[in-house]
């Protein structure tokens, strides 16, 4: 692993890339505590605790951002919301379901559509922000201090949204996940901290941290079964002759993943379940609504935990029909002649390659969701600190996958050897 890792650090390419990287990240985390003007950090601090409910919700999606009273405290929820209502558009609207299907081109102009759609996000969760959460925080609270908090929530998103695709330009990874990827890891040595005290205080005892321990392990091993796991439909192509050469006649596979779509589905559901909390607390705050999403969409809530797994289980399905379309994938092969044995081409191959990724994908999904709700039922049994939740760990585990599997593939493009044996 070593030896790889030197390996990787002596490619003067891929070594720009992590240090790119490392900067972006260094940038998030350093806004990440700059303070929102005009609010009194402190006394938010002394006054949320930032760990369940909505409020916990906007500190994971922040990144920790939130807990600090920071300018990134909206985090890049905007953006992920957006792009949810971006995919769900390309299905439902024709224009943009050519528009997806323009290449490159089209592929620019959704994400500047997506981009212009998350400022106007942003700018109504800062609205619901300022005004609710933060409002009894104002060091002088009136139209100008509200006008100044909402702008700068607004462009610390904006502002990260930038640092992201500069990241997916420049650097290795996805920079939306590695922001919430960094954040999450920011927060543990307090995670570790709280648990050290509560124990010395005998709020929790040894089993409770055995326990939990058993079960990151399990939620680790689960996360990178269903991210490795895969199956290789076999593909042989026929012969053809082109002048006096001879192409085709070998065979290769459709590599069909138990999991095609990374943590995508868990950030999506949770930037679902913090909507209704954020709407109602703009339009009607303090009201029923607002208390009733508040206490609702607490992580400890039964109704929480099965929305929550629904909508992982949607959004597995959502995602890997956006990513991964059998009826191209099987007009392609047809083209270039090949075909999977013992299956004719054209339609019984589209259906084929359909029927058997949603039987690859149910299992990667409710697998996905069991892993994502089964913490929470014990840390709750077992009095540990939400800062170990299984979603974090889930997000941490498949990020760092991810990032991996990238700098893998720049060490195979030039002929080293990579992490994955």
Do not use: C
Not at 105 to 114: D, H, I, L, N, S
């Amino acid at each position: 692993m070593l030896d790889t890792l030197k390996k990787a650090w002596r490619i003067p390419d891929l070594r720009s890339k992590i240090l790119f990287t490392l900067a972006m990240l260094f940038i998030f985390r350093l806004g990440a505590n700059i303070p929102v003007p005009g609010i009194d950090r402190a006394a938010v601090m002394q006054g949320t605790t930032a760990q369940d409910g909505l409020l916990g919700f906007f500190n994971l999606m922040s990144g920790g951002a939130f807990g600090n009273v920071s300018l990134f405290a909206l985090g890049i929820s905007p953006y992920i919301t957006a792009s949810i209502v971006m995919n769900l558009l390309q299905i439902a609207v024709p224009y943009f379901e050519n528009l997806a299907k323009e290449g490159e081109t089209g592929r620019k102009k959704m994400a500047q559509y997506t981009r212009y759609f998350a400022v106007v996000l942003a700018l109504f969760q800062g609205l619901a922000m300022a005004s609710t959460i933060f409002r009894p925080f104002f060091r002088n609270y009136n139209g100008f201090s509200l006008f100044i908090v909402v702008l700068s929530l607004t462009a610390g998103t904006a502002f990260l949204m930038y640092l992201g695709e500069k990241i997916n330009e420049n650097g290795i990874g996805n920079g939306i996940s590695l922001f919430i990827y960094a954040g999450i890891i920011s927060r543990l040595p307090v995670s570790i901290y709280a648990t050290w005290f509560r124990l010395m205080a005998g709020d929790i005892n040894i089993l409770n941290i055995l326990l939990f321990a058993v079960v990151a392990i399990a939620i680790v091993a689960g996360v990178i079964f269903i991210t490795e796991g895969q199956r290789r439909i076999p593909v042989q192509y026929s012969k053809r002759v082109v002048g006096r050469k001879m192409y085709g006649g070998h065979t290769s596979h459709i590599p069909l993943k138990v999991n095609q779509t990374g943590v995508i589905p868990i950030i999506f559901a949770i930037s679902i379940l913090m909507f209704p909390g954020t709407l109602t607390a703009l339009i009607w705050p303090g009201s029923g609504a607002a208390n009733f999403f508040q206490n609702t969409f607490n992580s400890q809530n039964v109704w929480y935990n099965l929305f929550y797994a629904l909508l992982i289980i949607f959004f597995t399905y959502f995602y890997t029909s956006v990513t991964f379309n059998p009826i191209e994938i099987a007009d392609n092969m047809k083209k270039n002649g090949g075909f999977i044995p013992g299956i004719r081409p054209g339609t019984p191959t589209t259906n084929f390659i359909a029927r058997s990724l949603n039987r690859l994908t149910i299992v990667g999904a409710v697998f996905l969701a069991l892993i994502a709700i089964l913490p929470t039922i014990i840390l709750v049994i077992g009095k540990m600190p939400m800062g170990f939740g299984g979603t974090s760990l889930l997000i941490v585990v498949g990020v760092a996958l991810e990032t991996v599997k990238q700098i893998e593939a720049q060490m195979v493009m030039r002929h080293y050897k990579g992490f994955l044996k």
